[in-house]
């Protein structure tokens, strides 16, 4: 008996059919689970759902999607701009919202993209920030101070390595490869201080529940996974690390979430940490730091000299413009950071600090004279 297996495919309602063309919200959905859903990766879809619900599906979210005309995809971009949300936040919104629009028009739902005649988030705004080299050599001096022992040793690798903080916050101590550790059978002459990054540290949502957990994934590319060779004072960061994980493993609420035991960078209790609670930390040392600066001003009679906000990525930054500064070529640069092409070192990391400019000047003058 020959059986056949029969296909139910829901059909999606025409553009020609007002009354059944779907709302954004529920397009999005459908969007999600049929073009996104095991093709990209799961922090991927954390970060749309996380923009969609926070920006769209209460605001604009109910209108159908043939309400939506150039000016109103327009008017949501320009509103992002105001509130000061920096312009890769806003090109990951056009993003979405593009390619959800082009796979509606794919579907006959509606006659033209919105989105495509819109003016797309400036790809020029640069939302980077390098500190000086005053603010980097203010900062380093002010986390000596024992109160900031339980993360200065994060922020000194992040200075001196240029990783990423999931890449951090992924490292495990067998990533960790200490000179003075290494055992003459290695048969290196002059052995080398290294780390290998080998994953990066992800939190995604629960399926079914609104929890999250978190993963250690591969890094962006493949020219992410890379060694990075080890400066002394990072070394001496990581030896302090060590030092202070020993404390928190003598303690009886020491208990590593299984399959991640060994992180260099986990909590008091040994579960990992989230990117999160190091900005909290730097917060807290920079709030420090302009609040001796200001108690400084008010005994001497100088102006104070604050340190602005900071975020972690500001010291891969300073990180790459430090490089370059120093003369160390960009193809070596390029290895460091991981980055999958000499062009995108040279793009993100042009920046010359004022001090290097003002001496560049000066040398030409001379050169003149």
Known sequence: MNRTTSITIT?????????????????????????????????????????????IRNSVGTHTLDEFHPIHIQKIYNDFLNKGYSPKYLSTLHTMLNNMFKKALANELIASNPCALTDRPGSDISDHRVLTIGEQLALCEHMKRPRFRHVEPAVTTLLGTGLRIGELLALKWSDIHIADDMPGSYGIPDPVSFLTVRH??????????????????SP???????????????????????????EYRKRPTWSPYPGFEGLVFCGRHGQPQWRSTIVANINTIVDSYNKTAEKVSDTTNYPASHIEHILPHAFRHTFATRSLEAGIPPKVVQHWLGHASIKMTLDLYTHVSHDLSAQYMHMLEASLC
């Open 11 to 55: 059909s999606l309602p025409s553009a020609s059919d007002q009354a059944c063309t779907p709302t954004l919200n529920r397009w999005f959905d459908i969007w999600m689970n049929t073009y996104k859903l095991g093709r990209i990766k799961p922090t991927t879809m954390d970060t749309y759902r996380a923009l969609y619900d926070r920006h």
């Open 200 to 217: 990066t540290l992800v939190r995604v949502k629960n399926e079914g529940t609104p929890g999250t957990h978190f993963l250690l994934q």
């Open 220 to 246: 962006k590319t493949k020219s992410s996974l890379r060694s990075i060779p080890l400066q002394d004072c990072v070394v001496e960061a990581l030896r302090r690390q060590q030092a202070l994980q020993l």
